[in-house]
């Protein structure tokens, strides 16, 4: 007979179904007893990312930043022209780094070709994004620290302004959720790719071959939608070196890291006719700024991208000082590499966005964006350090504080943080006007003709088709660049589509305005008055 630990006889208590006068309750059969039996095995940390996934998109949907101009146009053309991308050809010539990243171009164009050429598929793609970002941050700090850690790194980063004040028609502080950028997607694959190998280390034989190839490809993977991340792979050695996986290791890393490289260069030599086209479009991206740089503005670029767009972004300065004193109190191995993580990356972007020649900029390291891909490890750092001097606190005195010290401090700053973080988003523009607008058009096929800046243009074509792409309105869309000194004639023959811009963006034509005593008839307007519809008067274009 089995026996307890005190040594006295186990009672073994009857099965749920088996006891006297209940009927036998039988096991569920077939496929729902399949997949109960699977999400009872299913690990933790699948669901909660899962979890922080559908928060992603429920944020993004929230938010609902319309199809944007410009940079995310422009790979959103190329994704739909490929592979019959002409890189000499306008916008192409003038972007092509945006273009010749297939890692992102890929997946937009797979897509489009699943959901159709219109704004589901750009909502869809963004939203993957944004999945790979917020993700990727919950499974490397998760995997450092702990769950705990790793949903309050994800929760911070989701409401933060960077990623919710993405709108340039309410007050944009940088391009990020909702919008198709490599920026979020090439950080998350990054994160993801250090998650796994963080796992490798608490594993060896196959088990950890497994998580060091899948590691390499993860990591390969991110140089295809963002460049600049190759800096990342340079202390692949010492990220190892912190894990204890052996040196020899670094052979399983850096096989499908190879692999990704060869299929890029057939697919460049393919389509591009240069197997290096993808590099050299990165490196020829720069020259003379529009924005004042000077070394010393350059040298700060990381606290200037964090303070200037919002206050809130201070607490990845906070983060970064806290790994330093954790690290320097602990010497943590785990702080170690995020520290080795953050500076490999920050050191390059601060000297080519302007330390090394002012008027030869390369990367413009004072936009909070390109700061995305050490994010994650900020996150990490900030709050391991937290865990780790916590507990070198006695037990006695611990527990003591726990409620005083800890917990109700805690309540308080995450609070504060969550209030000021969201309390500016239901003021936030959704794409409201644009839908109103889309649904005007439908109804006034008569309209032939619409002339507008070029960013409202190109955002406008989503709305000349439904959520599909199916054509709605067929008329023409006339554009001219926004900082002309004038309107060109030409497009006052018809409509004028005008906005005042809100965001970061400049007005149209040094502040041009149509009005009704220059005799201009409004015709639309949307119900937030975003967006409004001009008739010119009959003499305009003359």
């Keep these: 007979m089995a026996q307890t630990t005190a040594g006295e006889p186990a009672v073994k208590r009857p099965e749920p179904g088996s006891g006297p006068g209940e009927p036998p309750r039988r096991p569920l059969g077939g496929l729902p007893g399949r997949l109960l039996g699977r999400a009872r095995r ?15 998109v429920l944020a993004q949907w929230v938010i609902m930043t ?20 002409p890189l000499t050809v306008w916008p192409f010539d003038e972007v092509p780094h945006q273009v010749t ?55 911070t980063l989701l409401a933060h302004p960077f990623f919710t004040m993405t709108n340039p028609f309410g007050h944009d502080v940088t391009w990020s959720s909702g919008v198709m950028l490599p920026d979020m997607p090439g ?23 497994r998580w060091l190839l899948a590691a390499g490809a993860l990591l390969a ?61 990165a490196a020829e991206h720069g020259g003379q700024s529009r924005d004042y740089v000077t070394r010393g503005l350059a040298l700060r670029s990381f606290v200037r991208a964090m303070h200037d767009g919002h206050p809130l972004g201070m607490i990845f300065v906070a983060a970064l000082a806290l790994t330093l004193a954790g690290w320097a ?46 994010m994650p490890a900020l996150m990490a750092g900030g709050f391991g350090s937290v865990i780790l001097m916590a507990r070198m606190v006695p037990d006695g005195l611990r527990s003591r504080l726990r409620v005083q010290a800890v917990v109700v401090p805690a309540v308080a700053l995450g609070g504060t943080y969550a209030v000021s973080a969201v309390r500016a988003v239901p003021d936030l523009p959704r794409d409201t006007a644009w839908n109103e607008l889309r649904v005007y058009l439908a ?21 000349t088709r439904d959520m599909w792409g199916d054509p709605i309105w067929r008329g023409e869309i006339r554009d001219f660049p926004h900082y002309l ?34 005799g201009w008839r409004l015709m639309w307007r949307s119900s937030d008055n975003i967006l409004q519809l001009w008739d010119p008067p009959p003499d305009a274009a003359k």
């Design 221 to 281: 993977s991110a140089f295809l939608v963002r460049e600049f991340l190759a800096f990342l792979f340079l202390p692949i050695p010492v990220y190892l070196r912190l894990l204890r996986i052996p040196w020899r290791r670094n052979v399983t890393v850096g096989a499908p890291m190879l692999a990704v490289l060869v299929v890029n260069l057939v697919h460049n030599a393919l389509v591009w006719r240069n197997p290096l086209a993808g590099i050299l479009s």
């Design 485 to 518: 000194p004038k309107v060109p004639r030409n497009t006052l023959e018809g409509p004028m589509l005008f906005t005042r811009w809100r965001g970061q963006e400049l007005e149209i034509a040094g502040g041009w305005r149509p009005s009704t005593a220059r």
């Design 42 to 56: 299913t690990r933790r940390a699948v669901w909660l990312a899962l979890l922080v996934a559908a928060c992603t």
């Design 187 to 209: 950080a998350g694959l990054f994160a993801i790719g250090m998650a796994a190998l963080v796992v490798a280390g608490r594993r060896t034989g196959r088990v950890q071959t």
């Design 329 to 374: 109190v602990t010497r943590d191995r785990r702080l170690a590499l995020v520290l080795v993580w953050f500076f490999t990356l920050a050191v390059p972007l601060t000297l080519f966005s302007g330390v090394l020649d002012p008027n030869n900029i390369s990367l413009r390291a004072w936009l909070p964006r390109y700061w995305f891909a050490v």
């Design 101 to 155: 990243r297939v890692g992102l171009v890929l997946p937009a164009r797979l897509v489009q070709e699943v959901l159709g050429p219109g704004q589901a598929a750009y909502f869809a793609i963004a939203a993957l994004g944004g999945v790979a970002f917020f993700t990727g941050t919950y499974l490397v700090v998760r995997a450092l620290f702990g769950d705990v850690a790793g949903l309050l790194s994800a929760g």
């Design 66 to 85: 319309p199809p944007l101009y410009f940079d995310p146009y422009y790979v959103w053309l190329g994704a739909r022209d490929w592979p019959d991308i």
């Design 443 to 463: 109804g006034h096929g008569d309209i032939r003709l619409i002339c507008a800046d070029r960013r409202l243009a190109q955002t406008l074509t989503f709305y």
